[in-house]
């Protein structure tokens, strides 16, 4: 998706790294080596101050996801949908203690179902 979305501009990365996890790399960018894409969960789920890093919008059509709480279809059925509401909530209340100016636009780029 991503590099769908840089070829759609023209972007040619000559170098680049992947990481499973936010924790490895958010350092390496506050510390000035590189930059990288993201999302507004992983900002929030880092141990980096979001005034240590420029954190820019990359446009209306920029890449998605959606995230899903799964369980068997055993007796624990019903635990996915109570994970999804204790999640939401826990992001809800992190957001905005975590996004304040300059970056209050990056509560309106998430949505939560009703």
Request: aromatic letters at 10%; charged letters at 25%.
């Amino acid at each position: 998706m991503i590099d769908q979305f840089m070829r759609h501009r023209g972007l040619k990365v000559s170098r680049r790294l992947e990481f499973d996890s936010s924790a490895f790399f958010f350092p390496l960018v506050a510390e000035g080596i590189g930059w990288a894409l993201t999302t507004p969960l992983c900002i929030v789920e880092s141990r980096v101050d979001p005034s240590e890093i420029c954190i820019a919008p990359l446009g209306t059509d920029a890449p998605y996801r959606e995230l899903y709480s799964l369980a068997s279809n055993s007796d624990l059925a019903d635990v996915a949908a109570k994970i999804a509401v204790i999640f939401s909530k826990h992001i809800r209340t992190r957001l905005p203690m975590k996004f304040r100016h300059p970056h209050e636009w990056i509560l309106d780029m998430v949505r939560f179902p009703d």
